[in-house]
């Protein structure tokens, strides 16, 4: 089995079927050269690159992929490999989902956990927030703002700029149990994707879904939104980049009831298809296919 990326792997992977003869399986965990943010040189470096994507999946038993969009998308480019195709989605641990909900005391807190990176700033937040500050609706003592990651100068200097020093905070890297634990205690999640990547399903959603605590999604039309329709509960969704949308979904948060909402049936299901356990059990039938 390889995984990939890095595609190394999954070349490795084939060429070491065709000379085991052993079958195999191809786990992308991001489409390969049909990924909206492969760009190449020349012409033949994308053709090197076609080349070997073509013989892993030439050479592999199955193919798993972690979105229904990846899935459709590779089922195009390789209609005649199509049926090796299975979706199997990163899921969450629930030992890294602690109970600790949200209290409701204290400063309503907004929570993001993972990296920003250069198309992915979050400006649109960042400017609902400082037109909410000037009108005298957001301050220091009523609303904070953390982001738990890589630390990015970019974002660092857009929060000086629009003057959010003291209600967005970036804590850089954490430990995996504190930053889940701090999703867990947020009353409101920030989710983020760029406009051009309807085809993404954040690894992080898994998570924010299983506390079952209110998401904010500035995201595209895509898989993530059908995912958040399908089993979200508590979900305020916007286009990117849409200040005004965003401006709206704050103020209906920071009024709304903060109290942890009651597990549903809902969550308990989701909690129930989308463990690692479940995941793991999917994986090995997936292996048993193709002993």
Known sequence: MGTGPPYSSLIAAALA?????????????????????????????????????????ERAARVTV????????YGR????LAPKI????????????????ATGEGPFTITYTGSFYPHTPPSTLLRALEGLRAEGAVS??????EFLGR??????????ARGLEGIVHMRGFRPLREATEAAARADLLYLLLPAHFGEALSDKLFTYLATGNPILAEIPEGECRRFLAEWGEHVDVIPPGDIAAMVAALRRAIRADRRAPPDSPRLRDYRAAFSRERQARELAEILEEIR
């Open 151 to 160: 630390p990015e100068a970019t974002v660092e200097a857009e929060i000086r």
């Open 77 to 80: 480019r390789y209609p005649d």
């Open 86 to 101: 299975r979706v199997l989605y990163n899921g969450f641990d629930p030992d890294d989902v602690p109970s600790v909900p």
């Open 17 to 57: 079927q065709r000379r085991t003869g052993l079958p195999m399986v191809a786990d992308f965990q991001d489409s390969w050269t049909i990924h909206p943010d492969t760009k190449y040189p020349t012409p033949a470096h994308r053709t090197i690159d076609e080349d070997l994507e073509a013989l892993v999946w």
């Open 140 to 145: 220091a003592d009523r609303v904070q703002v």
């Open 66 to 73: 972690v979105t229904r969009t990846i899935a459709e998308r």
